[in-house]
């Protein structure tokens, strides 16, 4: 496969974390006080899934060559008001619609990385936000025919669907993989245990895992290599006489497809594309997922994605009932006053302690998720090091003592 045994058991763990995603995500028994903070449930493993390939192609860019783009939100509704024309116009398989959003959206990026690439540093990173906003305004009002505005494009009876007949309609269609629907869930009851298995969410698992492994492939070969050289030091390399703007311009493209691949996956899973997925807010999402990650790393912006979509849903949902029942057993007066604080950390308030975490990984882990990872697995290597120390220092001065001469 091209990967060193390294990184075959970083894909592997990647692989079993997505396979065993059902199980992992729902530790709490379903009619447990606990039961909220499971993450088991289809929507929610698909966004996981989704948003974590929409980072790990950010990453290619960002990680890689360190240009930080503020317009990635734009290849990401690209790619869903694509693939929901591709519904509309000729199919509900999800394969047409996925390969059409990832061509048009890695269009786009050719066309906007050829520009915003002639600066570098902030400025390209102001020019990137102006063509997502620019984007956003005329997915939101002047392509309104296009785009059907702020009520955003969705399907409709009237559609013609020519592969499926979509004349002749009685109802909305749904979305599906050569008759296998993307809604279907096999639901598994294990004693006070509930799982679900979607359709969906193991398509967008595979095609996650196959998104990784070409990531990785970038990672290792030697046009990753120009790209961290790109990074390092690319007044150097221009000092040489190489020309880096077709790297640097490949590299957005390819991240622009990624983006573009989670926008089709959106809309594979609920055939609706809104201009608020080309908001600036977007884009700073994926940034934030990609540092709290890891930038640089393989596996990081996954973790970040679902530490990111984890808090979004599942923090969120967290209310003042919902304090009020676990600290009940307090007095009245304690009960409230604990309640009032808490409250502004949670659900309206989720924002406030994401940021609070983003602070304090940003400042005792500047490596992100992974490098907290490391200093876990380093400090136990240690403790195994230190225990084994001695008898290794007692092996060597018993052979240096039989073999004076070396």
Known sequence: MGLDKKDITVLLIVAALALFAPFLLNPFPAGSEMAQFNAGYPDLMQRF?????FAVGFNILFGLTGYLSFGHAAFLGVGSYSAVWMFKLLSMNVIPAIILSVVVAGLFALLIGFISLRRSGIYFSILTL?????????????????????????????DPRILDGGGAATSLPVTELFGMEMRSTWVMDAGAWSFQFNAGYYLCAVILLVAFYISMRIFRS?????????????????????????????????????????GGLLASMDPL???????????????LM??????????????????????????????????????????????????????????????????????????????????????????????????????????????????PAE
Not at 49 to 53: A, L, N, P, R, T
């Open 130 to 158: 102006a063509f997502a906003q620019m984007s956003f305004n005329l997915a939101y009002s002047v392509l309104t025919p296009i785009t059907n505005g702020e009520t955003g494009l969705q399907l409709a009876l009237s």
């Open 290 to 403: 990609t540092i709290l990650g890891g930038a640089g790393t393989l596996i990081g912006p996954i973790l970040g994605a679902g530490f990111i979509k984890y808090f979004e849903n599942i923090f969120s949902k967290i209310n003042e009932a919902t304090l009020h029942q676990w600290v009940s057993a307090l007095p009245d007066g304690l009960e409230n006053g604990v309640v009032f604080v808490a409250e502004h950390f949670v659900g309206p308030g989720w924002h406030l302690t994401l940021g609070l975490l983003f602070m304090l990984i940003v400042i005792f882990l500047p490596g992100g998720l992974v490098e907290g990872g490391q200093r876990v697995g380093r400090m136990f290597r240690r403790r195994d090091g230190n225990a084994t120390g001695p008898e290794a220092d007692a092996a060597q001065q018993r052979g240096a003592s039989q073999n």
């Open 49 to 53: 899934v989704i948003f974590g390939i």
């Open 273 to 287: 594309a809104g201009a608020e997925r080309m908001q600036w807010t977007a884009s700073g999402e994926v940034v």
């Open 222 to 262: 030697p046009f990753g290599l120009m790209l961290r050289a790109v990074k390092s030091n690319q007044q150097r390399m221009n000092y040489t006489g190489l020309n880096t703007r077709p790297y640097t311009l490949a590299a957005f493209v390819i991240s622009g497809m990624y983006a573009g691949l989670a």
